[in-house]
């Protein structure tokens, strides 16, 4: 049985959900209605502070920063590990079919 194609992230894209899903309570369901919501997960990221207000958090967001996000998909590359996110031809194809599932694997 083949697989189809699916999306491929570009390498700004695939940063951009990492940082969203480390992002402080981000969890998989919250992850996939910001990027439904907002189309990606750039734009959820920029609006993650004015959600956390309004939401009443008492302190800002915690966002995950891009240079942790760098390191991290970095020490994943030298250890021969690559990001598959949920859509990608790569991604374990019973993990979307879970009810719940992370939107990045290992």
Same mark, same amino acid.
């Given at each position: +049985? @083949?697989?189809?194609?699916?999306?491929?992230l570009? #390498?700004?894209?695939?940063?951009?959900?990492?940082? /969203?899903i480390? @992002?402080?309570?981000?969890?998989?369901?919250?992850?996939?209605?910001?990027?439904?919501?907002?189309?990606?997960?750039?734009?959820? /990221?920029?609006?993650?502070?004015? /959600?956390?207000?309004r939401?009443?958090?008492?302190?800002?967001?915690?966002i995950?920063?891009?240079e #942790?996000?760098?390191?991290? /998909?970095?020490?994943a590359? @030298?250890?021969?590990? +690559?990001?598959c996110?949920l859509?990608?031809?790569?991604?374990?194809?019973?993990?979307?079919?879970?009810?719940?599932?992370? @939107? +990045?694997?290992?």
């Amino acid at each position: +049985m @083949s697989r189809k194609a699916g999306v491929r992230l570009s #390498d700004e894209q695939r940063l951009d959900w990492l940082r /969203l899903i480390r @992002s402080d309570n981000v969890g998989p369901r919250t992850f996939r209605a910001l990027i439904n919501h907002y189309g990606g997960a750039r734009a959820a /990221l920029a609006a993650l502070p004015d /959600l956390a207000r309004r939401g009443g958090a008492s302190r800002p967001a915690r966002i995950y920063s891009r240079e #942790d996000a760098e390191r991290e /998909l970095a020490a994943a590359k @030298s250890a021969g590990v +690559m990001f598959c996110a949920l859509g990608e031809p790569d991604y374990p194809r019973a993990a979307g079919t879970l009810k719940r599932y992370d @939107s +990045m694997k290992y």
